[in-house]
């Protein structure tokens, strides 16, 4: 192989500031759309679990709609689709006005993506409760709503604490695909890199890296987090 | 606090005049399709009463008591608890509830809050109590069934016996008028068995207002009032305990008794 190694390429202006700027991009997007797949997801989920047939059918929608498309068909469907079925007003805003679109169609669109799949896991987490803890709140006073509060939820976070960290875990390596609508995260960088070096196999070497070590830097996170939060008596300690 | 000062200023009645029924159910039917669970039940309980209920597994002993609370539906008859019908539509169930004490087989406590936060979650969420005095109450109680050293403990730390005199006390905590037990003890060692009947023999003698689904034919005979016997979603038997105990009136409570007496 006639392959010209040159790893000071990825400390050289201006590429290390192109890795770092994609870098903060990818924590930009895996951030916030976590936020918002947290936020949606965690409703979603408690939705399939209630008593009332229509709130259920609601969720079971959600879930199966964000489930079933593949994430890069959701991404363009909300870049290039979604403005011209809306209101021309709307559409035009979207595309005209709105402050960095490729940022925000791709948070909405893999934070929407992701929070079926924490709709999922958070339907999984309550149902795994069993149906005593429910009656013992019924039965104390507590409203529903409460007994989501104060019972239901605390306890499923801590089950479901282990299959959320993979889902943010996927969260991170899933923004890699906002490139394919103009946003250059961290493999978009890379990519630009290797346009303008031939150097791809560094620029690579280096996004993958990034990613190993912000994956890294999330289960540990979530691990002491997981420590933190075990009941004493009932879950051993990771 | 006892449970004795709990119960406000209860007309103290001779035994011969009938007093109030805290619980009153009337010709109850509940069915799952064509499964009948209860078939034309009917029993009250008076204030101050214990009464045992009893019968075979699968007798709809256990759905009649979560009848009581609401926990279950029931498709004719009526239960009214105090004055207010469960099954009524305009019945706020949920304030009715916090009024009525329930100890479940699996004692139900919440395994992710403490000892004591089990007993003031309800306090201060349903009856507004400050913490302070949910707290105060709460050890107040946990001391009454011998656990106030447990406080800090988080429910799987405790053994099965101590689990439920804490969900009796976090049902104490919300001044019942009336408490339902369903199964206390079915799921408890015989050494933890013990524990567990003392309170609530002591909670009998204070004239808490019991009814109690358990197959301790022990504490049937020596400290509930009356005993109803159920087979089938049917009440057959519905007496005092003592001549519960002495001549059942029908074969099927004869047979059932020398069963479970034997033993």
């Given amino acids: ?238 | 606090m006892t449970i004795s000062a709990l119960r406000k200023a209860s007309p103290i009645a001779p035994a011969s005049v009938e007093r109030p029924a805290t619980i009153e159910i009337t010709r109850i039917s509940k069915s799952y399709g064509a499964l009948e669970v209860l078939n034309d039940c009917s029993m009250s309980i008076r204030k101050g009463e214990a009464v045992v209920v009893c019968g075979p597994s699968g007798s709809g002993k256990s759905t009649l008591l979560k009848c009581v609370n609401g926990l279950e539906t029931f498709q004719s008859g009526s239960i009214v608890v105090d004055g207010v019908s469960v099954g009524d539509r305009n019945t706020d169930l949920t304030r009715l509830r916090s009024r009525i004490g329930m100890v479940f087989q699996h004692f139900e406590l919440y395994p992710h809050l403490s000892v004591l936060e089990n007993i003031t979650l309800a306090q201060v969420k349903v009856l507004r109590r400050s913490k302070t005095e949910a707290s105060e109450k709460g050890m107040t109680l946990l001391r009454r069934v011998g656990l106030g050293d447990k406080a800090g403990c988080h429910p799987a730390q405790l053994s099965g016996g101590q689990q439920q005199r804490v969900a009796i006390a976090r049902a104490l905590a919300m001044d019942p008028i009336a408490m339902l037990f369903d199964e206390p003890t079915s799921a408890l060692d015989p050494e933890m068995i013990k524990d567990v009947l003392e309170v609530m023999t002591e909670l009998a003698r204070d004239g808490m207002t019991m009814m109690v689904v358990t197959h301790e034919m022990g504490f049937a005979r020596h400290v509930a009032d009356r005993v109803v016997f159920m087979d089938d979603g049917r009440i057959l038997e519905d007496a005092p305990s003592s001549v519960f105990f002495a001549q059942p009136s029908t074969e099927r409570a004869r047979i059932f008794l020398s069963k479970i007496l034997r033993q």
């Fill in chain 1, 1 to 238: 192989m006639s392959y010209r190694w040159d790893w000071s390429v990825l400390v050289s202006e201006p590429y290390l500031g192109w890795l770092l700027a994609g870098l903060g991009w990818t924590l930009l997007v895996a951030g916030a759309a976590w936020v918002l797949a947290l936020a949606v997801g965690v409703t979603v989920g408690v939705l399939r679990t209630l008593p009332n047939r229509a709130a259920r059918t609601l969720g079971t929608a959600y879930v199966e709609t964000f489930r079933n498309i593949p994430l890069l068909l959701q991404l363009f469907v909300w870049y290039f689709v979604l403005p011209e079925l809306l209101p021309a007003p709307i559409g035009n805003w979207i595309k005209r006005e709105l402050p960095l679109p490729e940022y925000w169609t791709a948070v909405i669109g893999l934070g929407l993506f992701t929070a079926a799949r924490v709709a999922e896991q958070t339907r999984a987490g309550i149902q795994a409760i069993g149906r005593g803890q429910t009656l013992a709140a019924a039965a104390s006073g507590l409203t529903l709503a409460q007994s989501y509060r104060y019972i239901l939820l605390p306890i499923a976070a801590r089950n479901v604490l282990p299959p959320l960290t993979s889902e943010f875990l996927n969260v991170v390596k899933n923004s890699s695909l906002a490139l394919t609508i103009g946003l250059l995260e961290l493999t978009g960088q890379s990519r630009q890199i290797e346009s303008a070096t031939f150097h791809g196999i560094e620029a690579f070497t280096a996004a993958t890296l990034t990613y190993v070590v912000l994956t890294t830097a999330v289960i540990l996170v979530l691990r002491a987090v997981e420590r933190l939060v075990a009941i004493p008596g009932l879950m051993a300690r990771a």
